[in-house]
């Protein structure tokens, strides 16, 4: 543990500045990219399919589709599951709004679930409710996003009976929750779920600069996946309109994108998944120490489900303002004048601007909104030393007081 987590490297480097997260780079990650650099394939060659096979043994998942990031993953997820115009993709509003845009992206209709007040994910109660409702007004949804807030994985087994009721497809945003565990199975298996998308961007859990993944158990949607990944084309005879005209030969059988990973990603890729328990581990001590170092503050610290192993991508914090003499804004930014890069995840997605065009209006989802008025991200990546979580609790007790 000590040699892969040093203590002093990153605050010499960053000087006193401490991020709310940060890649983990190590020598073998530089010497894995630097051995594809000097390789015949720098995109499209060996380091896709190992990185590919290593995710999806990870997760104990059929099949994985490396993309460009998780954005495009979650776009061609959503054209797999077969979302078109005008049909409804539910999520959470407490995400990043790529979970919300891909479903624009199909040029088909976004809404929210509330979120639950003790996990931040959506609430399967909720969920139920609006259900219910769209059941009688002939408004169901196509596609349901659930977002592993934080690394937390949603009620997956709820939320897949009423998939089976109401006949919606679930892709679980686990940009997150890599690493994180659902009734003891890897998030990611998609026992639960018809596809699953991974973020592999600098603050997430493993990083390949940018980068993203699907997983699925189904054939039909991972052979879907692989041709809306490369420009909607096959090189495979069997799935062609007529006859192959030789060997050169391809056929565009739809229309798809350039949404293909580079061979130097996926090589840091799978040096990284080689530490990936480690960083979670890393990431659940911290985790811990800041349940310890907390506790007697203001505060109201992350809640874990019982069926839930986190991957601890986030720490969000809530302060109880009503025992406090300070805004949320004023204890923030007096955190970010003292060198700690705190952070909120997220600002509900329903309240952007360019959300506020189809109709949403503040109040719409109350839950969320409660929320966004008390959070507060602070720093935990695996790098974080002890020293540095230390300061950053000392500031935020200052803070508070
Ligand atoms: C980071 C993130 C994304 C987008 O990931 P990219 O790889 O940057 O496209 C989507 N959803 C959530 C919840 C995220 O945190």
Redesign the pocket.
């Known amino acids: 543990m000590a040699k892969r987590f040093p203590t002093t490297r990153y605050a010499e480097v960053m000087s006193d500045y401490i991020p709310y997260g940060r890649q983990d780079i190590s020598q073998e990650d530089i010497d894995a990219v630097i051995a594809v650099l000097r390789s015949d394939w720098i995109t499209q060659g060996p380091a896709i399919e190992r990185f590919e096979q290593a995710v999806a043994n990870y997760c104990q998942v059929k099949y994985a589709v490396a993309v460009s990031?998780?954005?495009?993953?979650?776009h061609i997820a959503c054209l797999a599951a077969g979302l078109r115009e005008d049909e409804l993709l539910w999520t959470s509003p407490n995400?990043?709004i790529?979970?919300a845009n891909c479903g624009l992206y199909c040029n088909a209709k976004v809404d929210f679930v509330d979120i639950d007040p003790n996990t931040y994910n959506l609430s399967v109660d909720q969920l139920k409710n609006k259900l219910v409702r769209a059941e009688k007004q002939g408004c169901l949804p196509k596609v349901l996003i659930p977002?592993h807030?934080a690394g937390q994985s949603c009620e997956m087994e709820q939320i897949a009976a009423l998939s089976q009721q109401y006949g919606f497809k679930i892709i679980e945003?686990a940009?997150?929750a890599i690493g994180g565990r659902y009734q003891r199975q890897p998030v990611g298996s998609c026992q639960f779920s018809d596809m699953t998308?991974f973020?592999?961007?600098p603050?997430?859990i493993i990083t390949t600069g940018?980068?993203?993944i699907v997983l699925t158990n189904e054939d039909k949607l991972y052979q879907k996946l692989i041709r809306l990944r490369t420009h909607g084309i096959t090189r495979n005879p069997d799935l062609m309109q007529g006859k192959s005209h030789g060997s050169w030969y391809y056929q565009q059988l739809e229309l798809g994108f350039n949404y293909r990973m580079t061979d130097i990603q996926a090589a840091l890729g799978v040096s990284q998944m080689q530490r990936l328990n480690e960083f979670v581990e890393r990431r659940c001590f911290l985790a811990n120490r800041y349940h310890q170092l907390l506790q007697d503050l203001p505060l109201i610290l992350p809640w874990q489900h019982p069926d839930t192993n986190s991957s601890w991508?986030l720490y969000v914090i809530r302060l109880k303002l009503d025992k406090i003499n300070k805004t949320h804004r004023q204890i923030f930014e007096e955190l970010r004048g003292l060198g700690i890069g705190v952070n909120l995840?997220y600002i509900p997605v329903h309240l952007q601007p360019y959300y506020q065009r189809f109709g949403f209006k503040l109040g719409d989802f109350p839950e969320v909104e409660k929320y966004y008025e008390q959070a507060i991200s602070i720093p935990l990546y695996s790098g974080l030393d002890e020293e540095s979580q230390d300061k950053v609790v000392a500031f935020l007790r200052e803070a508070l007081i």
């Open positions: 990031s998780a954005t495009a993953g979650l995400t990043f790529a979970s977002v807030f945003d940009s997150h998308v973020s592999f961007h603050v997430k940018e980068g993203g991508h995840h």
